[in-house]
């Protein structure tokens, strides 16, 4: 597979605006691989997007991406779903009369389906696309498989039940996807040994480089989110033969340059882990 890194910062972009910090400075003079934007990724061959941030017109236009058959979410939240209306500037002819509008099959996971019916008017927004015709709306139940091409895509809930990762399987190739959310999550065996994990990179509580403490200890934060600490302990326990990690926080304070030099610890201890940019490009039968 053909997997193109869209988007790989958190809830925050990096730079942040009005941020003034060396690593948001950096990042808006330099740009990529330093700066990040919101959280999505591509599967070239399948023509698959997974979540639609802000960003999404920006990272389409600078990407490879030739077409898009199908969009699958992971879950509510704003940083993955409120560019949803490139559904509508990939699909709507406004200029013909009549019209001859496309079609884009939206993937939405049972819990995925309920929330957008609660928050932030996404289940009103859908409900236009689909009478407009510019999306195919799919609800799946829990369990539920879908078929594109050779591949065989499972959405699977995790700990934090509202939220999905996704199981890519065909003969050759198995891939695990979390776009987010990975919080008490203990991977099961139908997940482990995969030729690709693709796992946000989760909250670092201390600098990985110096140990110096970013996060307060008694921070609320440390209970609601996946640290770094905890992503590695779910790295071990999925052992893919390889892990590629994203959604990676403005608040951690962490530069690329220093993201590589974590790479190298990670790899002295034996992990095949390495931390995506906005733009890269992985084949998973490399």
Known sequence: MKIEFLGTGGAMTIPRPLCRCAVCEEAREIGVPYSRSGPSLFIHGLNLLFDTPEDIYFQIN???????????YSHWHPDHVMGRRILE?????????PSSHTKTKVYLPKQVAVDFQRFLGSGDHFAFFEQQGFVD????????????????ITPF?????YVYAFLLENSEQ???IAMDE?????????????????????????HPLTGERLIAADHPLLKEECTFTETIGIIKALGAKKTMLTHIEEISGLSHDDLKEVEKLLAA?????????DTLIVYTDH
């Open 157 to 161: 809930r995790l700990a934090e039940d």
């Open 182 to 206: 990975t919080n008490n999550w203990k991977p099961g065996p139908e997940v482990k040994g995969a030729d690709l994990a693709i796992l946000p990179a989760g909250i670092f509580e201390t």
């Open 137 to 152: 709306l799919r609800e799946l139940k829990d369990g539920d498989s879908v078929w594109v091409k050779d591949t065989i």
């Open 89 to 97: 500037s990939l699909n709507a002819d406004w200029k013909n009369h």
């Open 62 to 72: 600078r990407s490879s991406i030739q077409s898009i058959d199908g969009v699958f």
């Open 174 to 176: 198995k891939v695990v």
């Open 269 to 277: 201890e034996g992990l095949n882990v390495e931390f995506a940019y």
